[in-house]
Nanobody, 126 residues
Protein backbone atom coordinates (compact mmCIF):
# COMPACT_ATOMS: atom_id res chain seq x y z
CA UNK A 1 0.00 0.00 0.00
CA UNK A 2 1.24 3.46 -0.84
CA UNK A 3 1.51 5.66 2.20
CA UNK A 4 2.66 9.26 2.56
CA UNK A 5 3.14 10.57 6.08
CA UNK A 6 3.81 14.24 6.77
CA UNK A 7 5.54 15.60 9.84
CA UNK A 8 7.28 18.74 11.01
CA UNK A 9 4.35 21.10 11.33
CA UNK A 10 3.73 23.26 14.35
CA UNK A 11 3.30 26.80 15.59
CA UNK A 12 5.83 29.49 14.78
CA UNK A 13 6.01 33.27 14.90
CA UNK A 14 6.06 35.33 11.73
CA UNK A 15 9.51 35.35 10.22
CA UNK A 16 10.35 31.91 11.55
CA UNK A 17 11.15 28.67 9.76
CA UNK A 18 9.90 25.11 9.62
CA UNK A 19 10.91 22.05 7.65
CA UNK A 20 8.17 19.62 6.69
CA UNK A 21 8.91 16.00 5.87
CA UNK A 22 6.93 13.47 3.87
CA UNK A 23 8.00 9.87 4.35
CA UNK A 24 6.88 7.60 1.53
CA UNK A 25 6.41 3.85 1.68
CA UNK A 26 5.17 1.42 -0.94
CA UNK A 27 6.27 4.05 -3.43
CA UNK A 28 9.46 5.70 -4.63
CA UNK A 29 9.86 9.44 -4.96
CA UNK A 30 13.03 9.15 -7.01
CA UNK A 31 11.45 9.49 -10.45
CA UNK A 32 7.74 10.17 -10.06
CA UNK A 33 6.25 13.62 -9.73
CA UNK A 34 5.66 15.01 -6.26
CA UNK A 35 4.32 18.18 -4.69
CA UNK A 36 3.36 20.00 -1.55
CA UNK A 37 -0.14 21.44 -1.25
CA UNK A 38 -1.88 23.42 1.45
CA UNK A 39 -5.43 24.24 2.43
CA UNK A 40 -6.67 26.85 4.84
CA UNK A 41 -10.21 26.74 6.32
CA UNK A 42 -12.77 27.93 3.79
CA UNK A 43 -10.17 28.04 1.01
CA UNK A 44 -9.47 25.80 -1.94
CA UNK A 45 -6.49 23.51 -1.83
CA UNK A 46 -3.54 25.06 -3.64
CA UNK A 47 -0.12 23.92 -4.76
CA UNK A 48 2.83 25.25 -2.82
CA UNK A 49 5.65 23.53 -4.68
CA UNK A 50 6.03 20.90 -7.39
CA UNK A 51 8.88 18.73 -8.65
CA UNK A 52 8.77 16.90 -11.97
CA UNK A 53 10.71 13.83 -13.08
CA UNK A 54 13.67 15.96 -14.16
CA UNK A 55 13.73 17.38 -10.61
CA UNK A 56 12.61 20.69 -12.06
CA UNK A 57 10.69 22.70 -9.50
CA UNK A 58 7.78 25.10 -9.79
CA UNK A 59 6.45 27.24 -6.95
CA UNK A 60 3.29 29.17 -6.28
CA UNK A 61 3.69 32.89 -6.82
CA UNK A 62 2.72 33.54 -3.21
CA UNK A 63 5.83 31.72 -2.01
CA UNK A 64 8.13 34.42 -3.42
CA UNK A 65 11.32 32.41 -2.97
CA UNK A 66 10.65 31.62 0.69
CA UNK A 67 10.07 27.86 0.35
CA UNK A 68 12.21 25.11 -1.15
CA UNK A 69 11.08 21.61 -2.14
CA UNK A 70 13.71 18.89 -2.04
CA UNK A 71 14.05 15.13 -1.59
CA UNK A 72 16.36 12.57 -0.10
CA UNK A 73 16.08 9.49 -2.29
CA UNK A 74 18.07 7.35 0.15
CA UNK A 75 15.43 8.02 2.80
CA UNK A 76 12.58 8.09 0.26
CA UNK A 77 11.50 11.34 1.86
CA UNK A 78 10.26 14.63 0.45
CA UNK A 79 10.92 17.93 2.24
CA UNK A 80 9.59 21.45 2.25
CA UNK A 81 11.85 24.04 3.83
CA UNK A 82 9.80 27.08 4.80
CA UNK A 83 11.54 30.33 5.70
CA UNK A 84 10.27 33.83 6.43
CA UNK A 85 6.86 32.45 7.32
CA UNK A 86 3.86 34.75 7.26
CA UNK A 87 0.46 34.46 8.96
CA UNK A 88 -1.12 33.84 5.56
CA UNK A 89 0.95 30.64 5.32
CA UNK A 90 -1.21 29.14 8.07
CA UNK A 91 -2.82 26.01 6.64
CA UNK A 92 -2.84 22.24 6.62
CA UNK A 93 0.05 21.11 4.44
CA UNK A 94 -0.12 17.92 2.39
CA UNK A 95 2.37 16.01 0.31
CA UNK A 96 1.04 14.50 -2.88
CA UNK A 97 2.39 12.22 -5.57
CA UNK A 98 1.58 10.99 -9.03
CA UNK A 99 1.82 7.31 -9.91
CA UNK A 100 3.93 8.07 -12.93
CA UNK A 101 6.73 10.15 -14.32
CA UNK A 102 5.78 13.58 -15.57
CA UNK A 103 7.47 16.52 -17.22
CA UNK A 104 5.15 19.43 -16.57
CA UNK A 105 6.73 22.86 -16.38
CA UNK A 106 3.62 24.53 -14.98
CA UNK A 107 1.75 23.53 -11.83
CA UNK A 108 -0.39 20.44 -12.50
CA UNK A 109 -4.02 20.32 -11.46
CA UNK A 110 -5.15 18.50 -8.34
CA UNK A 111 -6.65 15.73 -10.48
CA UNK A 112 -3.16 14.71 -11.63
CA UNK A 113 -2.21 13.39 -8.19
CA UNK A 114 -2.92 9.85 -7.09
CA UNK A 115 -1.65 9.71 -3.51
CA UNK A 116 -2.04 12.07 -0.58
CA UNK A 117 -0.81 12.26 2.96
CA UNK A 118 -3.06 13.11 5.89
CA UNK A 119 -1.52 16.53 6.39
CA UNK A 120 0.43 18.44 9.00
CA UNK A 121 -0.76 21.72 10.49
CA UNK A 122 1.32 24.88 10.19
CA UNK A 123 0.24 27.88 12.23
CA UNK A 124 2.05 31.21 11.92
CA UNK A 125 1.29 33.92 14.44
CA UNK A 126 1.82 37.63 13.90
Amino acid sequence: QVRLVESGGGSVQAGGSLRLSCAASGYTISTNCVAWWRQAPGKERETVAFMNSYDRTVYAASIKGRFTISKDTAKNTLYLQMDSLKPEDTAMYYCAAMDRRCFYTLLPAVSQYNYWGQGTQVTVSS
